[in-house]
């Protein structure tokens, strides 16, 4: 469907966007994207909305999400920010569309505690499928309250993001965005599931203990021995968008991924 995968698959990967050689699990191309404050919080408990982008990171927001088939946020990010997270250009909308795809990707979600309100935007606006991963001790209750506004996915006891992802690729979801917040961008990043990370840096500092930061604690792949690879850096007005490539996926794509935008 979209401008990554086609490309990747002709770039020394298996049919499924997979690295050819040892055989690894199917999940989709996945892209973790970010905005955060000069000293990396994502959020501020004292301002609703903090602007943490611009209209024309919006804009290519927009682009990147026009390109993949499913976006994920942590059911916290649902709860405190009610995204819509719809492709919201007429253009990119006709464009998926006359390719027969949904004009917005499939939401999803994930919760521990199936706390999610059925009349949130992510569930109600869009007219896209939305599929909300949950424990299973809370399946019955979390199916009970959204099984009218979405799909609601046994998970296991414990939620991988590992098990998602290979979900989500069953489902032929091939291309995914992660859209935060910090849990789950920790959670992708430490179980080494990102392909590439688009890391947005607003001119402005939260020095607030209690908001989020862009991750939580954890062990990350990348250390002085596995360097990230810094695949651009681009201002976009007052912004700056890194784009690192994390993965061997990734690293073959990058300029398919570069020509793409
Ligand atoms: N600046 C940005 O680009 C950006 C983007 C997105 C979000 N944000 C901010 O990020 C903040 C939220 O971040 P966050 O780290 O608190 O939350 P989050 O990552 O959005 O969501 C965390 C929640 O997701 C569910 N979850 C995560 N991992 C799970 C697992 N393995 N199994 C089952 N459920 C799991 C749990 O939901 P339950 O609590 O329902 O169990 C958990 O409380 C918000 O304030 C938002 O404004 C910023």
Known sequence: MNRFAPRIVTL???????????????????????????????????????????????????????????????????????????VRSPQRRRQRQALGLPVSPVKVTVTNTGRLDPCAPFFTVGGVDKLVYCATAVVAATRERLSDVATVIDAGAAVSMRWIAEDLHRRGITTLLVEGGGSVHTQFLTADLADELQLVVAPLFVGDPQAHRFVNEGTFPWQPGRRAHLAEVRQIGDVVLLRYALSARSAYAEGALREAR
């Open 12 to 86: 020394g990967m298996d049919r499924c966007g997979s690295p050819k050689g040892p055989r690894m699990a199917e999940r989709p191309y996945t892209v973790l994207s970010c905005g955060m404050s000069i000293d990396g919080y994502i959020d501020s408990p004292a301002i609703d909305r903090l602007p943490l982008s611009n209209d024309a990171d919006f804009d290519r927001v927009d682009g990147v999400r026009a390109d993949c088939d499913a976006i994920m946020v942590g059911a916290a990010t649902v709860r405190n920010d009610n995204p819509r997270l719809l």
